[in-house]
């Protein structure tokens, strides 16, 4: 068994390793062609990128591409590019856009993994006749009893298992994270160093890849023209307190950049001397309303996902019981197993326990209120730090 767990002696193993053009992929590339294995890279061309070639800090941008194909070179792999825009477009883009006119917030990131990265690109590396697929991500891939587990990075700081929370049991049984186990990106940089990488010192990515300025709402205004349809600001308590240009310009547990403001009153009505700051509490599509209100009304602790993807076998077991026999209890999770759920990427993660129920579907109660539990996020459900799976925050329960 040779170090990616593959029964082969590393010369005869094939390895498809998705290079982004960024410092961890080409790591990752690097260090498996140093190791004798039969390497070959893949880029992916998502977006336009040759509108995109002076943009920095994006997965798909043409200089990404351009970077990729320079580190292949220096390594003497071989290198294809793959033109998957409308791929992306249909699953990814289309998505993006339809999800924010939903009054809901996507994740474009995790859809693209999901749809296109660790589902089309995973079954082009299978008709290369390959191995195995490995990425640049910062998760820790671990044989137990037999099964492939998903657990969270050795570093923290760098860990991306939220992201991926939708890999299922015959993708993880494919893929291989070969930096997981990394203390810091800092020995992800010594690593390219020492293979001569151009890109060793490469800034991280951190645009969404078709979105280069952060201006996501004219992305969607040009995907679906009429996006920017005006309504009202109604506070929680009824009153309407002025208008906006748009609801696909503001997420729930937003403060900023509300341009209103709303006043404490008296029980007599009249005003109070001191503003209470105002968040986006709800999004109301139907209505083209934009729900606000004090932090409080933030606050909740109980509520549904929807399509959920469980690598747990038993969180999967439980959910076929519960889709097979409608009229039985739902099989809720011990509180004894120290779940927690993180509820956004930068969450730091809250004790919860989870029921599942019909539909794909599972209701999460969180051991305390959590504020801005947002409805097209995912929420990712952990026991220690073992990734178990997770679902989409839905917006009613």
């Not at 970077?67 to 993006?96: Q, W």
């Not at 209103?260 to 007599?268: D, Q």
């Not at 209505?287 to 076998?313: C, H, N, Y």
Request: proline share 4%.
């Amino acid at each position: 068994m040779n170090s990616l767990n593959v029964n082969k002696s590393p010369a005869d193993t094939r390895v498809v390793v998705a290079m982004s053009g960024g410092v961890d992929s080409s790591a990752v590339a690097a260090l498996l062609q140093e190791q004798g294995y039969d390497v070959i890279g893949i880029t992916l061309q998502l977006y336009d990128h040759g509108a995109m070639v002076n943009k920095k800090g994006a997965c798909c941008a043409g200089q990404d591409i351009h970077d990729a194909r320079r580190v292949a070179e220096t390594l003497g792999i071989p290198h294809y590019v793959l033109n998957y825009e409308n791929r992306f477009k249909e699953s990814v883009m289309d998505d993006f856009a339809d999800t924010y006119l939903a009054g809901e917030t996507p994740i474009p990131c995790i859809k693209c993994n999901q749809s296109v990265k660790f589902k089309d690109l995973l079954q082009t590396a299978r008709d290369l006749g390959a191995d195995c697929m490995a990425t640049g991500h910062y998760v820790q891939r671990k044989i137990e009893n037999g099964k492939a587990q998903m657990y969270r990075a050795a570093d923290p700081s760098r860990d991306q298992s939220y992201f991926l929370f939708a890999t299922t049991p015959e993708q993880l049984d494919f893929l291989r994270f070969p930096l997981g186990h990394l203390k810091s990106k800092d020995e992800t940089r010594q690593l390219a160093a020492r293979f001569g990488l151009t890109v060793a010192d490469k800034p991280d990515s951190q645009d969404i890849c078709f979105v280069p300025t952060g201006g996501y709402a004219k992305v969607i205004e040009k995907l679906r023209p009429g996006a920017l349809e005006p309504g009202e600001f109604i506070h929680v308590d009824g009153r309407a307190l002025g208008r906006h240009d748009g609801i696909i310009n503001y997420t729930v547990g937003q403060r900023r950049g509300l341009g209103i403001g709303s006043s404490r009153r008296s029980s007599e009505g009249a005003k109070a001397d001191n503003e209470e700051p105002l968040y986006v509490i709800k999004l109301d599509a139907a209505k083209k309303q934009v729900i606000v209100g004090p932090r409080e009304a933030l606050m909740r602790r109980e509520f549904v996902v929807r399509s959920t993807s469980w690598l747990d076998e038993k969180m999967r077991r439980w959910e076929d019981e519960k889709k097979n026999n409608s009229t039985s209890s739902y099989p809720l999770i011990p509180s004894s197993s120290h779940l927690t759920v993180k509820l956004r990427s930068a969450h730091a993660g809250a004790a919860a326990t989870i029921e599942t129920l019909e539909n794909g579907r599972a209701r999460v109660t969180l051991a305390e209120p959590q504020a801005a539990v947002s409805p097209g996020q995912a929420c990712v459900v952990y026991d220690g730090d073992r990734l178990l799976g997770g679902g989409w925050i839905a917006g009613e329960n």
